[in-house]
């Protein structure tokens, strides 16, 4: 991770924290939907184990591992992309959406290169 203040530091591990309980509870809202459909026979228990599995075996760990191995200011930019963390959250600070917006910015660069 880039070098920065003290302050803008605690600010990207406090957004990056914050995105990865949301994104946790987006793949848990999900697993609940799975429980809902099986209380109400839309599936089976063999469905439901089978989808309890995968949630373990991939979302979980895919999350986990995402969050466990970046940078926070990587986390954040990749935060806003799916509404994780709205604009609206990161531009009060204004640092923070610039760094954003330059994340964004050179993204498209290298993708444009390949």
């Not at 995402?66 to 990587?74: A, M, N, P, Q, V």
């Not at 806003?80 to 330059?102: I, M, Q």
Request: charged share 35%; aromatic share 12%; hydrophobic share 40%.
């Amino acid at each position: 991770m880039r070098e920065y203040t003290k302050s803008i530091r605690k600010k990207l591990n406090d957004l990056a924290a914050l995105a990865y309980e949301r994104e946790l509870e987006q793949a848990l809202d999900e697993l609940l939907r799975n429980f809902q459909e099986w209380k109400e026979n839309k599936i089976d228990c063999f469905k439901l184990n089978q989808l309890i599995h995968e949630y373990h075996e991939k979302k979980s760990r895919e999350i986990r591992n995402t969050h466990s191995g970046s940078d926070s200011d990587f986390l954040v930019y990749r935060a806003v992309k799916p509404g994780f963390l709205p604009k609206s959250e990161v531009a009060d600070e204004g640092y923070l959406w610039r760094l954003v917006y330059r994340l964004e910015q050179a993204l498209f660069i290298v993708k444009l290169a390949f």
